[in-house]
């Protein structure tokens, strides 16, 4: 019976919870055997504290009230703050650090009842430097970054919900290459207290999950919102397929994860057509590495100071350029992207989402890297929510997600059209 | 000789100690006996560590390049991470703190030469609840907050620059109420990695000074951008004269301070006339404490959840009252203040600058409380830079500022107009 109930959603254990069909202490037992049984070949774990999950599951389980995620397992990105277990950054500066106060994320996932099951492993300061962690569907392929262990841990089953950040794709890029779903909300959506930051302007929490319920349950636990699923969209959306200037460097699979949802889309009726962004969008992709290396130098002034040989080589590099940069040139940078974000509501043009590829294309080979964040990171820059769910299966049987965009603060609408696009996909 | 060092500008500082006029250890210990002879009156520092400074001022003084602000003594708001001090937040909950890092500002600072000095008093999490600091000029009042010890300090001539932060006013309040220069920039303008938030949507961190050269070297070190003084203007400014809707509530001296401001500033040779902002923008005043309540109930998530005895019962109240809000009012709330900062460039109407009152009046007889933050905190929302300049004095003999307010990121201009309305104030 353990075994089943690690492999259930985030919303089917807090209902069954709820109604005492088993308890959080079951659950979180399964959970833990399952990461013993996977986690020697996945490594998506940096800190797991059985004791301590299990005693906070049976606290659970005797509160006469339960919460919206009561005895739900979720892992918690290393950058994360946790009071009862350390937040390595990914880095050796870290080694050991403990928080004094959880960030308030984790003490809001804490209050509706979920578990913390640890803390799972990020690259260094959630860049571009590669952490343990393996695709749990091909030990020799990179699961993506920065979020690795949060998304190989959900994709493998070990829990249903993990928190991951994103500031170029560290959510939606990995979440492709795993086959599961990565939600990254709009820009200030969820608090970042106690969450380190890799550049300020850009930096979003989000989620990794398996079904769209579980990251409505999981928002609004966030947000201490009251919880009622979405109701059905009134009619199919009307989607703007964006194809954008990056389309000719994807790879065949990420297109035809696109095309093939373009067709599940119109079979299901919904109103597909061609859009494209504004021409001076595409000087995003240029001014991307002044504003990350810029506000990277920023952050991380005072490791900088006082810890640079514990820097990996690719950071270092990363921010003496940053360091090397002219300020204006930023803010010269800074004024494109917040002028093509004061445009991007119109450039939506009546559609209700934009559908446009994830990722370049499956999870590369090799451990190293992480893979391309140019097609998430377009989004993030924009400051709208976005979302990608599992499509298609790519020439070495590797999972290809497709991206879903909507308006800025239009999340709720992004999240019912998602569920309505993956039962479209499903059929 | 000390005392005059204690005086000094941070551009006379700097400039002294490369010439090799004076030694920063000199200019250190200056401002410490300044600092011993003083603070039991206006008790501005939560910590100090003397011997820490004269250690790091004469390592200043044995490397042979100079730093932009070498030899500088700050001062640094409590809620600001040191890694060599504590930091306490006003809160008993953070007593004995020591981050692991500095925050970006503190490392920035000290890279360029500048003395951090000791940690300046805050009011309990940068909110409304006041610390022990006393006004300089009357220890019966208050000095503002929740900047007060770094205001306080300033104000005194214990350090020429110190940095605050502003969510509300927390700047500006106290810069007028003590007479001198509160700088608060555009939001987003300097790193808050290491800075506690109270309000992550508004959170700004600025300066506090006695003159706008400091300003200007400050910012040039916080920025790592090369430093040469703004040329004179070109011509003298357009001047929108904005009342606002609260212009009634005002004590007469802070509409005297304008109105001799206006007077000055049209001698000078400016062209001043009358601005009146949009309409809704005086929903704002309405939407501000949903906001504030909101966002504070969110940051202080961990804190609620494990030390929440340890808050305040004014603290406590208003994460209460964030709580109790519905999750769509704040949301809808957002939208209004999203919208407004949306509209505001075009509301300059070729205006260069905006001259508006600072403060309701004078700084308030009693310690409890710091004063309205409301002619601040309008402009805070609207993410603009603002800056309060000495102009007036009121019935009470205490000073009163005034406030000039620029476009978003006109952050230079607004300095350069501001060193040319001292000028034409003090003729």
Redesign the interface.
């Known amino acids: 019976m353990n075994d089943n109930l690690s492999g259930l959603s985030a919303t089917e254990i807090s209902d069954g919870v709820k109604v005492g069909s088993f308890s959080a202490e079951a659950v979180v037992e399964a959970c833990l055997n399952h990461i013993e049984r996977r986690d020697k070949d996945v490594m998506a774990w940096e800190c797991i504290k059985p004791e301590l999950s299990l005693s906070q599951a049976r606290s659970v389980d005797a509160e006469p009230e339960k919460g919206l995620l009561a005895g739900v397992p979720v892992g918690i990105k290393d950058i994360i703050?946790t009071?009862d277990m350390p937040t390595g950054m990914g880095s050796s500066?870290?080694d050991g650090?403990i928080a004094?106060?959880?960030?308030?994320c984790?003490?809001?996932l804490?209050?509706a009842g979920a578990i913390i099951v640890g803390k799972t492993v990020t690259c260094e300061f959630a860049g571009l430097t590669a952490g343990k962690t393996t695709n749990p569907l091909d030990p020799l392929r990179t699961p993506g970054g920065s979020s690795s262990g949060s998304c190989a841990a959900v994709a493998d089953g070990m829990v249903p919900i993990a928190l991951g950040t994103q500031t170029g794709g560290s959510i939606l890029r990995p979440s492709s290459y795993c086959g599961i779903i990565g939600f990254k909300p709009s820009f200030?959506t969820f608090?970042?207290?106690?969450v380190f930051?890799a550049a300020?302007?850009l930096d979003t929490l989000g989620l990794h999950a398996r079904c769209i319920d579980d990251i409505e349950l999981t928002v609004s636990a966030l947000?201490?919102?009251?919880h009622k699923m979405e109701q059905q969209l009134p009619r199919p959306p009307v989607v703007g397929l964006c194809k954008t200037w990056m389309w000719e460097d994807a790879q065949s699979e990420s297109r035809a994860a696109v095309e093939r949802a373009v067709e599940a889309m119109r079979a299901a009726g919904a109103n597909v057509r061609d859009l494209e962004l504004p021409e001076e969008f595409q000087w995003l992709s240029d001014v991307r590495g002044v504003i990350n290396a810029r506000?990277r130098a920023?952050?991380m002034?005072?490791?900088?100071?006082?810890?640079k040989e514990q820097l990996s080589e690719q950071l270092q590099n990363t921010i003496q350029g940053g360091?090397a940069l002219?300020?204006?040139e930023y803010?010269d940078a800074?004024?494109l992207m917040e002028t093509c974000r004061?445009r991007m509501n119109q450039t939506f043009d009546g559609c209700d989402v934009l559908l446009t590829p994830a990722v370049d294309g499956e999870a590369p080979i090799g451990l190293e890297g992480t893979g391309s964040p140019r097609f998430q990171a377009l989004w993030t820059m924009l400051h709208v929510p976005t979302i990608t769910l599992p499509c298609h299966v790519g020439p070495s049987g590797m999972p290809v997600g497709i991206q879903l965009v909507a308006p800025y603060?239009a999340d709720n609408s992004l999240l019912a059209i998602s569920r309505w696009v993956s039962d479209a996909l499903s059929v």
């Open positions: 703050a009071r500066i870290y650090y004094p106060v959880d960030a308030t984790v003490a809001r804490r209050s200030d608090s970042l207290k106690g930051p300020e302007s947000l201490l919102r009251g506000e920023s952050v002034a005072g490791e900088w100071a006082n810890n360091l002219n300020h204006d803010l800074m004024y004061a603060r």
